[in-house]
């Protein structure tokens, strides 16, 4: 029996920051409801700090879809997550920079302030009931010792799974089953894999990242995304569903989604 793995697709958040690319709201929901149907895990349908309008398209999503999770992004923030509980999702997604060129040069914090405010931000949102996952963005350039304790520490408070994103797409295969494997193994929480295809490696990346023991992998839609995209949902279906049930119709048996890119009808 096939161990089983699972697809978070991010098309409506990050893939929408694909240059050149712009989807209406009634397109992200068509889309949303497509996802939901082929049987994607978790969908990522946008920031609701951004404003009443995406707010309003992440609770319509919510109300839309019957079987995929729904997740909000934050940034560490107290008030992006009150604006993501304004629309009650499944899962309150926080993303935590991770490298010491973020948390230093980007943040202008230290390690000890960012763990500080890492706490709060999740003990609040698991306060108010929500399922909290913390993405630990460029996590490949990143100290493995400080992700483990961030990973530790988050356990503590029931988050059951993090982020490992390659946000500027440096990683190869090799590496990225190294770190992963040696995050999950040492820190016991559940990983998501999050690739971007600077490389051109994002779906080897992300076979390598559920070979090392991820349960989870981001995808988009054609691979779209910033700069060179992420990873491409139906090659990652083809490269990795000979060795995992990814829970998600085969590629063979959809109908072509709503709209996209030349990928659709419109």
Known sequence: MQEKRYIIDTTLRDGAQSPNVVLTNEEKLSLAKWLDEVGVYQIEAGIPAMGSEEKELVMAIKDSCQQAKISAWNRLSHEDIVHSIDCQPDIIHISVPVSTLQIHEKLGWNEA??????????????????????????????????????????????????????????????????????????????????????????????????????????????????????????QLLKAAGLLYDMNVTRVEDWGSPPVLFGFGDS
């Open 113 to 234: 302030e960012l763990l500080r405010r890492m706490l709060e931000c999740v003990s609040f949102a698991r306060d108010k009931g929500y399922e909290v996952t913390v993405g630990f963005e460029d996590a490949s350039r990143a100290d493995m010792g400080f992700m483990i304790t961030l990973a530790k520490r988050l356990v503590k408070l029931d988050v059951e799974s993090i982020r490992f994103a390659d946000t500027v797409g440096i990683l190869i295969p090799s590496t990225a089953y190294e770190k992963v494997k040696y995050l999950r193994d040492i820190s016991g929480i559940g990983i998501e894999f999050h690739a971007h295809n600077d490389l051109g490696m994002a779906v080897a990346n992300s076979v390598a990242a559920l070979q090392a023991g991820a349960f989870y992998a981001d995808t988009t839609l054609n691979g779209i995304g910033e700069r060179t995209g992420n990873c491409d949902m139906a």
